[in-house]
């Protein structure tokens, strides 16, 4: 298994491009989330899903869209990005409500001009 | 608001010099407190998950602990290779927070 995977794992945009951000699984797992890290912060929950086709936000949504349209996919769109947006993503996936392992996959450093 | 603080932000040890790392919490209704490792440039990697005050769970040199206001990453005769950051994470009722972290370094 490759676990969780994302891809790009670098990125440089400038302010009010959009792109979007992927996250894929092959455990087969049922909730999966987006997170972002910045200095001197705790990781913070962005979107997360307990299943294909349901979504919810967390913490700090703003600015940020997903959609879950199969288990092994869950990717993340940035509308219009904004340098407030400049941190260190990172996609997560936990097997089933009753698992307390969140596995998490290797980042994205995404950096808006 | 459910609240981490992990406490130091930064902590340099010698090889075989024991020391704790500290995680205080406030949350409305804990459901789990989790314990991540984080090397640079990588995802964090769990560790732990501690339910209920006085439960204790051990891998390798670390140990940890919970009580009703925080828990301790105890680090035993720590080598160079446990150098990274030290995630402490707790799920209330309503969601999961994070702290920002304890560095660890250990110099051989």
């Known amino acids: 298994n490759a676990g969780v995977t994302q891809t790009p794992k670098f990125q440089v945009l400038k302010t009010g491009q959009s792109m979007t951000l992927q996250c894929a699984q092959d455990?087969?797992?049922?909730?999966m989330s987006w997170y972002r890290q910045d200095p001197g912060m705790g990781l913070r929950l962005i979107h997360y899903?307990?299943?294909?086709?349901?979504?919810d936000q967390g913490e700090v949504p703003n600015g940020y869209n997903v959609s879950r349209s199969t288990t092994e996919d869950f990717p993340l769109r940035l509308l219009s990005a904004a340098p407030s947006q400049t941190s260190v993503y990172f996609c997560?996936?936990?097997?089933?409500?009753?698992?307390?392992?969140?596995?998490f996959g290797p980042g994205t450093r995404l950096t808006v001009l | 608001e459910d609240q981490v603080t992990q406490s130091p932000e930064a902590l340099r040890l010698q090889e075989g010099e024991s020391s704790s790392l500290n995680c205080s919490y406030t949350v409305s209704g804990l459901r789990g407190l989790f314990w991540y490792r984080q090397d640079p440039g990588k995802g964090p990697e769990f560790l732990f998950t501690l339910y209920s005050a006085g439960e204790e769970k051990e891998k390798e040199r670390l140990k940890a602990t919970l009580t009703k206001k925080e828990s301790f990453l105890h680090i035993t005769a720590p080598k160079p290779e446990d150098s990274a950051t030290y995630l402490c994470?707790?799920?209330?009722?309503?969601?999961?927070?994070f702290g920002a972290g304890t560095r660890l370094t250990v110099k051989p």
């Open positions: 455990m087969n797992h049922e909730y």
């Open positions: 899903s307990v299943g294909a086709g349901i979504t």
């Open positions: 994470a707790v799920q209330g009722v309503n969601d999961m927070r």
């Open positions: 997560a996936s936990i097997p089933d409500r009753d698992s307390d392992t969140q596995y």
